[in-house]
Nanobody, 127 residues
C-alpha cells in the first residue's frame, strides 16, 4: 500500500507557472504507475498527465500537451507536475493517483484503474 500527499497548489495569474509535487510513502514507489488528474466544480475528473514506473513513458492529453510536464524521482518517492502557461480553465483540484504495476511501461488514462489517491490540491488561475 502507498500513501500520497500532494503539495504546491495555490493561486496564480494566467500565463504563470506552478509545480505540483506528489510525495509517496509506504511500499516501494517505483512499483507504481502514476497519474495526475483534475476536477473542476460540476465536472468529471480528467487526466492531465500520466507516467510509467520508470518514467520512460509519459502521456499528456491535447488540453495540456506542451504546457504540462510530468516527471518522477523514484529516489525521492516523488512525482512532479510542472504546469506552465496556465489558463483560467486550468482551475481545479489536482489529484495524484497510483496503481501497482508489474509492467515497467504501463500507464493508464482511466481514473478507475488507480487504487490510491491523494487528498488533492487546489490550483486557481485568474485572468
Amino acid at each position: 500500500q502507498v500513501q500520497l500527499v500532494e503539495s504546491g497548489g495555490g493561486s496564480v495569474q494566467a500565463g504563470g507557472s506552478v509545480r505540483l509535487s506528489c510525495a509517496a510513502s509506504g511500499r516501494t514507489f517505483s512499483e507504481y504507475a502514476v497519474g495526475w488528474f483534475r476536477q473542476a466544480p460540476g465536472e468529471a475528473r480528467e487526466i492531465v498527465a500520466a507516467i510509467s514506473r520508470t518514467g520512460d513513458r509519459t502521456y499528456s492529453p491535447d488540453s495540456t500537451k506542451g504546457r504540462f510536464t510530468i516527471s518522477r524521482d523514484n529516489a525521492k518517492n516523488t512525482v512532479y507536475l510542472q504546469m506552465n502557461s496556465l489558463k483560467p480553465e486550468d482551475t481545479a483540484v489536482y489529484y495524484c493517483a497510483a496503481v501497482l504495476s508489474g509492467d515497467y511501461y504501463y500507464m493508464s488514462l482511466d481514473p478507475h484503474n488507480y487504487h490510491y489517491w491523494g487528498q488533492g490540491t487546489q490550483v486557481t488561475v485568474s485572468s
